[in-house]
């Protein structure tokens, strides 16, 4: 959806990622890391993104400051867990090669990945970055950099007041004359967020009634029953079913799905270019 302000993070599809106010990690006046401030813009009914985080560490600094060469396990990231106590996970995704053009000479880019990111832990988190110089795994007398996280939920709230069900709802069948049915499909009214509902297919036959309750049609049709799971044949499955929405185990509403079939036909041979028989 968005690139990066910077040209030295990789543009992410899925969110809308913006950097700005540079920071500089500096210990015995060397600057050995350049980390950024990043904003991340969750879309709607998100239930755990996935996005980059990353940073450059100035390795050509190493020679004149710390006794051995940068490795990335003496990382310390989000040393407070700011982020872990929100829901989300920081996990080191990748350690690059020396880039001349935007992270100096001899830097290298070190990339991790921000996991569970959703509209209920929007927010600004500050978190420090610290390198351990003497691998105690204590980052008070170390250098380290603060940077804030900031996670954007284009819509924080979902408003399940007023919401009502489409009477009569087409669905197209697939190749195998199967569908899903999803409750952004069937609902009217504010954001609907398929996760948070569940939809059952009911196929009534006679006086007796088959739930499917993964909202699923198909042929044979899939039921459920006294915690079972059981197959009923169908001589179609392009009939009308009932359809019901629940949220949090109650009832919100239902209403009745026409299954159609308009798959375009399909040869199972091609005829030959050749005429054999008689004209007439």
């Not at 169908?234 to 109650?250: F, S």
């Amino acid at each position: 959806m968005g690139k990066t302000n910077f040209t030295f993070v990789r543009p992410f599809l899925m969110v809308l990622l913006a950097f700005f106010g540079m920071q500089s990690l500096s210990a015995q006046d060397c600057n050995v890391l350049i980390a950024n401030s990043a904003t991340y813009t969750v879309p709607n009914c998100e239930q755990g993104a996935t996005v980059p985080y990353s940073f450059y560490v100035l390795d050509s600094q190493f020679d004149d400051c710390f006794s051995s060469n940068f490795t990335p396990n003496e990382l310390l990231f989000d040393t407070d867990g700011v982020l872990a106590a929100a829901g989300i996970t920081a996990t080191l995704d990748n350690v690059g090669g020396d880039d001349t053009e935007t992270g100096g000479e001899e830097s290298v880019l070190v990339g991790y990945l921000l996991s569970g990111l959703n509209a209920s832990n929007a927010g600004e988190y500050t978190i420090t970055i610290a390198y351990d110089t003497d691998g105690d795994g204590d980052d008070q007398d170390e250098p380290q950099v603060e940077v804030k996280i900031t996670v954007l939920a284009q819509q924080p709230t979902t408003d399940y007041e007023d919401l009502s069900c489409t009477g009569t709802v087409n669905i197209k069948l697939n190749q195998y004359c199967e569908a899903n049915l999803r409750a952004s499909q069937l609902l009217n009214g504010a954001l609907v967020c398929d996760d948070d509902f569940d939809v059952h297919v009911v196929y009534v036959e006679g006086n007796r009634s088959y739930i499917n309750e993964d909202g699923h049609i198909s042929d044979p049709f899939i039921y459920h029953q006294n915690g079972g799971t059981y197959e009923k044949n169908l001589d179609k499955a392009c009939i009308q079913y009932i359809y019901r929405v629940y949220y949090e185990g109650d009832l919100v509403c239902w209403g009745y799905v026409n299954a159609e079939d308009k798959s375009a036909p399909i040869f199972e041979y091609c005829p030959s270019d050749k005429f054999y028989g008689q004209r007439s």
